[in-house]
């Protein structure tokens, strides 16, 4: 190992971490180079994350720690599930929309979704981008990306916590102030009628209208329900 160069150990490393966090960690086992290498930024940043739950994070300092380098790294994942807690645990609100803004930007899906979501709740100037967020993720259907199975995952590690409901409530109220018209600007149909008059399921999203605007606008109030869903219980 001592004879390859530092650059393509770390490339190797690299496409491990991304692969599987268990093989990184098998592979730090292996040698003492290759427990070194894995110290650099670029391992950090590629790590794969998909399969640590996120409310493990609140009690285990030493994956904290791990996480936050992640994060520091530039670790898609990482910035999408600090984000998701920031946001809705409620006491790091802004900075973890900064998170989900940022993994958006790295093209992390989930982070797409539920950021360019939020921005169409809350309306104004925001709404645009958001829209402009979410049909971006059109993009990805050729290779496979379904919708339904993207809302599946960000539920998943949504309803693993006990969200805020004071967070929750302003982001919903947010859309129901916003979503004073039903009518969609691009077809001229009303979002009530696909569901009520055509019997379409609401929650599949290919099938539920053939214009672009009105799938993502339905996606959107789907959202707030899985966040509706997420909140803390009221003793």
Not at 20 to 47: G, H, M, P, R
Not at 206 to 213: G, H, V
């Amino acid at each position: 190992m001592q004879s390859l160069p530092k650059e393509l150990l770390v490339e190797v490393l690299a496409k491990v971490a991304s692969n599987s966090f268990n093989d990184l960690y098998s592979a730090k086992l292996s040698c003492k180079d290759f427990n070194k290498t894995a110290e650099e930024d670029n391992i950090f940043q590629c790590v794969d994350m998909s399969k640590f739950p996120l409310v493990s994070w609140r009690f285990d300092d030493k994956f904290s720690k791990f996480l936050k380098r992640c994060k520091k790294c530039g670790n898609a994942e990482a910035l999408y599930r600090l984000g998701l807690h920031d946001l809705f645990k409620g006491k790091r609100v802004q900075q973890g929309i900064m998170c989900l803004k940022k993994a958006a930007s790295k093209g992390h899906v989930e982070a797409t979704y539920v950021y360019g979501a939020i921005l169409v709740c809350f309306g104004g100037g925001a709404k645009q981008e958001g829209l402009e967020l979410l049909y971006s993720l059109n993009h990805y259907k050729p290779k496979g990306f379904s919708v339904r199975e993207c809302r599946e995952r960000v539920k998943g590690l949504v309803w693993s916590m006990w969200a805020d409901r004071m967070v929750v409530g302003k982001i919903v109220q947010a859309r129901h102030e916003t979503a004073v018209s039903k009518t969609c600007s691009d077809c001229g149909n009303r979002q009530e009628v696909f569901i009520v008059e055509r019997g379409w399921d609401p929650l599949d999203h290919e099938n539920f209208s053939s214009c672009n605007s009105c799938r993502w606008h339905q996606e959107v109030n789907i959202f707030c329900d899985i966040l509706n869903d997420s909140c803390t219980p009221l003793y």
